[in-house]
């Protein structure tokens, strides 16, 4: 069981910066890796996800340009950085990892990111 524990939410002005890691308890190697994010009174959504290899990367719409995700296997680390922060970027962000089903069914506890005006 793959355990994951999000880290670096915080608080950050409209423009700022902040960058978001994720640290699995094993190894990710074989591991699709992904950001989800969840606003209030919102459904949660995919923000980017990325291959195993690191070789492709997913954003939606919304981010792209902003925010880049990135994995380190060796560290059994994820990034998610976060450039040009926006309001409607609050949310908790989870981390979450994709069986071999295709299912994200690894998920940290999440990190609350606030951005204000």
């Known amino acids: 069981q793959l355990q994951l524990v999000e880290s670096g939410g915080g608080l950050a002005q409209a423009g700022g910066s902040l960058q978001l890691s994720c640290t699995a308890s094993?190894?990710?190697?074989?591991?699709?890796m992904a950001w989800f994010r969840q606003a209030p009174g919102k459904e949660r959504e995919s923000v980017a996800a990325?291959?195993?290899?690191?070789?492709?990367?997913y954003s939606v719409d919304s981010v792209k340009g902003r925010f880049t995700i990135s994995r380190d296997n060796t560290r059994r680390r994820v990034y998610l950085q976060m450039d040009n922060l926006r309001p409607e970027d609050t949310a908790v962000y989870y981390c979450?990892?994709?069986?071999?089903?295709?299912?994200?069914?690894?998920w940290g506890q999440g990190t609350q990111v606030t951005v204000s005006s």
């Open positions: 979450a990892g994709q069986n071999i089903g295709g299912s994200y069914s690894y």
């Open positions: 094993g190894r990710i190697n074989g591991y699709t």
């Open positions: 990325i291959s195993w290899s690191g070789a492709t990367t």
